[in-house]
């Protein structure tokens, strides 16, 4: 037996699952020191903890390693989503099949009628989430009085969903003897002050690492304009290929526009958000899972407890407001010693907040451009050249086939289908708005009688004309050639656009702005009164300051919008 200090049975289905030694959360939850104590457990998400707290409960439910006949549940596991505790559930129901462990779920979406049942049944074990629960303990199917071990799991997720109310009833419910096992991706306060509430002197357990919150995930940040953040999805997405992405909303229409937008460009999408059914989260899910779909565009609460075992990228399309969601959702990718790669989309205006956010959670982006049409279209030749290159076994009927091509066709012909058919099925990747010379001209014909505008943004914010200029288009409704030169110092920045075009233009910066004047992302703009500040002469800024200074702009280099 490879686990002498476990129940027979238990050991035995860990050997037959394959595992030779334990995960560090798994050691550590059935150490001798954690015997009969409360447990309050960070680990990130994919580390076995699901093994982890049903291998620490088995002390509580089994008896000289043997279960007693099911009657009341003698444990209680509450998880945030239907997905996890499903998953959940399938995981203890392994794990303690051979002891004759009996498991009932009880979960939103399930037919509540046939959860009574089985809880009226007896059984061990009873997993579900706190809605469900909740309401089977109030109308008296759940009974709760012999527990003797309740088991949250990402109960700061749970937290975060609302879900508090719910919990303290089921944990009030329940003996207050009862072990109490704790596990959490993070420790925020509310955490730390429910393990005081319910749990008594509990053993702190953490395989997190110092670093960062997820040791085998590599993240990344690129900074783009914020017109371009929809270009820098698509150009990640064709990049790293991966075998599925997970891309984060912020809400239910960002996300049902970005799905909309990946499949109009070919992408095998699917969407999970508030707004969708049990039912049709399931075909998404599945349609994942069975690789009929390779991209999911998530809110965070959709994506809660779901477990995709080939998610190899997370795209946070928009930012979350706090490093733990950031956490979280990258939690998605590398899972269970599985490598995973994290990309944060950066507007340029919050790249300074966004790196404040990394430095305090200890996690070491690596900033990089986004991927050029060159790069993609280099990775995509090493791809295909890999797959026409990869052995396989051959039919006879397809050699019949090649037999045929080859009669009416050279080689060299075949071969050039045979790669243009791989690209055929591959959307094209997008020309980003950052690629264009990022500065604008002091003198331009049209240009002679100006309105100037400030913001309030300068070098002291990456203020930079490849983001401005997009940002002054969208606030004033003017394309890029009616903008004229911008001066960027180190706190404000300054614009002209043609004085015919100035009442239209300012009407419509009050418009796109809230009542304070500035836009989603605190920038103001303004009207100059009077003449504008004269750019500094560059002769007395010194040889290192130029580089900020605008370099004129060719004609034809505008990019696109």
């Not at 399309?317 to 590398?334: F, I």
């Not at 900033?367 to 076994?393: C, F, G, K, Y």
């Not at 992302?521 to 009077?530: D, F, L, P, Y």
Request: net charge neutral; glycine share 6%; hydrophobic share 45%.
């Amino acid at each position: 037996m490879s686990f002498p200090h476990l129940p027979a049975p238990l050991a035995d289905a860990l050997t037959a699952r394959g595992y030779e030694t334990l995960t560090p959360v798994q050691a550590e939850v059935t150490e001798a020191s954690a015997d009969g104590r409360d447990l309050l457990v960070s680990a990130q998400t994919g580390s076995g903890k699901t093994v982890a707290f049903g291998l620490a409960m088995a002390g509580e439910l089994m008896a000289d390693g043997v279960l007693p006949p099911p009657a009341l549940p003698l444990a209680l596991v509450i998880a945030p989503t239907r997905e996890l505790a499903l998953q959940v559930a399938k995981e203890l129901a392994w794990l303690y099949a051979a002891a004759g462990g009996r498991i009932a779920t009880c979960v939103g979406g399930m037919d509540a009628s046939r959860e009574r049942r089985a809880l009226n049944q007896g059984t061990h074990i009873v997993v579900g989430t706190p809605g469900r629960l909740k309401d089977h303990l109030e109308r008296g199917a759940l009974d709760l009085s012999a527990l003797r071990v309740a088991v949250l799991d990402e109960a700061d997720e749970m937290l975060d969903m609302g879900f508090r109310e719910d919990l303290e009833t089921l944990l009030d419910a329940s003996p207050a003897q009862r072990r109490t096992l704790l596990f959490s991706a993070t420790l925020p306060r509310p955490i730390v002050q429910l393990a005081k509430a319910y749990q008594r002197d509990a053993l702190r357990v953490s395989t997190v690492g110092e670093d960062r919150g997820h040791g085998d995930i590599a993240y990344r940040a690129v900074a783009v304009a914020p017109s371009d953040i929809e270009h820098a999805v698509i150009n990640l997405l064709r990049f790293y290929e991966a075998d599925t992405a997970m891309l984060f909303c912020a809400t239910r229409d960002n996300v049902r526009h970005l799905h909309a937008s990946l499949v109009e460009r070919g992408f095998a999408a699917v969407a999970l958000s508030g707004e969708h059914s049990q039912n049709e989260r399931n075909h998404a899910l599945q349609a994942l899972r069975d690789r009929r779909a390779r991209v999911c565009v998530a809110t965070d609460v959709a994506a809660r407890g779901i477990d995709l075992p080939t998610l190899s990228l997370v795209v946070h399309v928009e930012m979350p407001r706090d490093a733990e969601v950031l956490q979280h959702r990258s939690g998605r990718t590398g899972r269970a010693g599985r490598k995973g790669t994290a990309v944060l989309i950066v507007p340029y205006p919050r790249r300074r907040r966004v790196e404040m956010m990394l430095r305090g959670a200890r996690i070491p982006a690596e900033w990089m451009p986004v991927p050029t049409p060159e790069a993609i279209r280099a990775q995509d030749r090493e791809r295909l050249l890999s797959q026409l290159l990869a052995p396989v076994e051959i039919e006879e009927d397809d050699r019949a086939l090649a037999a045929e091509l080859l009669a009416q066709r050279s080689p060299e012909d075949i071969a050039a289908l045979l790669v243009r058919a791989g690209r055929a099925a591959l959307p094209a990747p997008e020309e980003l708005i950052d690629r264009e010379p990022a500065a604008r001209s002091e003198h331009r014909p049209g240009f002679d009688d100006v309105a100037w505008f400030r913001m309030n943004i300068g070098r002291r914010q990456n203020a930079d004309p490849r983001w401005i200029l997009p940002l002054i288009c969208r606030r004033g409704h003017v394309t890029k050639t009616e903008v004229g030169a911008i001066r960027i110092g180190p706190s404000e920045t300054q614009f002209a656009v043609p004085r015919a075009l100035a009442a239209r233009f300012a009407q419509a910066v009050a418009k796109t702005a809230d009542p304070s004047g500035e836009d989603e992302s605190g920038v103001r703009i303004e009207a100059v009164q009077g003449a504008p500040a004269p750019a500094a002469p560059a002769q007395r800024r010194g040889p290192a300051p130029q580089r900020h200074q605008a370099r004129p702009t060719r004609p034809g280099q505008q990019g696109r919008r």
